[in-house]
């Protein structure tokens, strides 16, 4: 275990095959770190690679004293390898980016200058994005505005992981116990002063992008079953619209029955019992819906508050006070 003192600045990278370019990588990243003239820490997942990516880490280690290069015992998936980053990392503030060079590691400095200001998140937003195709631009594009919409808590468009968080961010987001977590989404709940920092979103630096279809859409879902309850609501919302038409239905079936004749034996309590067990049926899985989400939110296991400073006199006695009650990290 090193028990060197902690770096001003960790930057954490998860890899799966990224032979091609974590060499380049790994100069771009040094270049930026050392240009800031304080102590970091560059810390590499590699998630499961079956190409030569892990013998690269380890070679590269060996002449560089800042390179952690960490493998886990096969792949993961990109968000649990950066959770797994995160728990290596030891900087008062951590970089979040991606391997292949999307995410400019010269964006730096100005993140840096966002976190001066006082932000504890400082997360880059494209401007464009012309390294992606049209249909993953076009998918993307109306994902983050779904989600947007859905999810509890303001989330922030057209941003991936690329970001600054600063060090209780990290322990934070470290004391969050869940399973299938959706990072972007657990930052922007966490609150605090978020700023962003606008930039242009390059072509992958070489090889092929890791996220196919099924990983994007996989990761869509997780995003909003771990960012929303609305899904659940669905039931009792279609549920008293069904049972709303079904009454007018039932009305017009019962006056048939009663004024003009002629309809056929059976059908008017046929219709009844159609549609009020139908609407009945989805009201009660609404109902169910509730209590699973308290359940869900109960076992998510997230603080039920934060505070960010309390100050007395003037001045901050207190720079972070999670709620007591939150289960130890
Ligand atoms: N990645 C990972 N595990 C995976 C898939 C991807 O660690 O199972 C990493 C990948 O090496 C890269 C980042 O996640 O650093 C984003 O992947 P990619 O650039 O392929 O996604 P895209 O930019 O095409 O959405
Ligand atoms: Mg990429």
């Not at 922007?188 to 996220?211: C, E, I």
Request: include cysteine.
């Amino acid at each position: 275990m090193n028990t060197s003192a902690a770096p001003y600045l960790s930057v954490v990278i998860p890899a799966h095959n990224e032979a091609e370019v974590i060499t380049e990588t790994h100069r771009r990243v040094t270049a930026a770190c050392t240009a800031l003239n304080r102590p970091y820490e560059f810390v590499v997942v590699n998630d499961g690679s079956t190409d030569r990516t892990w013998e690269l880490l380890v070679e590269l280690s060996c002449c560089d004293p800042c390179l952690v290069a960490v493998n886990l015992s096969r792949n993961h998936g990109h968000q649990l390898a950066l959770t797994a980053g995160l728990h290596v990392a030891r900087g008062e503030r951590v970089l979040v980016m991606d391997a292949d060079l999307q995410d400019p590691p010269e964006l730096l400095p100005e993140l840096m200058r966002a976190m001066d200001d006082g932000a504890d998140v400082a997360y880059a937003q494209r401007r464009t994005r012309p390294g992606d195709s049209v249909p993953k631009r076009v998918l993307c594009a109306v994902f983050y505005r779904l989600l947007a919409r859905l999810a509890d808590v303001p989330t922030q468009l057209d941003s991936g992981d690329f970001r600054l968080l600063s060090r209780r961010v990290v322990d934070l987001l470290r004391a969050m116990p869940e399973r299938q977590p959706f990072l972007r989404g657990m930052v922007s709940w966490l609150g605090f002063q978020q700023t962003p920092v606008f930039y242009d979103r390059d072509a992958r630096f070489a090889g092929t992008s890791k996220y196919p279809l099924s990983k994007l859409l996989k990761l869509a879902f997780d995003a909003v079953v771990s960012s929303s309850l609305k899904p659940l609501a669905f039931a009792t919302m279609v549920g008293s619209v069904t049972g709303l038409l079904g009454l007018v239905l039932l009305a017009y079936a019962l006056a048939s029955w009663l004024f003009i004749g002629g309809t056929p034996h059976g059908w008017t309590s046929l219709i009844g019992a159609v549609v009020l067990l139908g609407s009945l049926q989805l009201f009660m899985l609404g109902i169910i819906g509730e209590y699973l989400g308290r359940i869900f939110i109960q076992t998510r296991g997230r603080p039920i508050f934060l505070v960010d400073r309390v100050v007395r006199e003037g001045r901050v006695v207190d720079a972070a006070v999670a709620e007591p009650t939150r289960p130890p990290a």
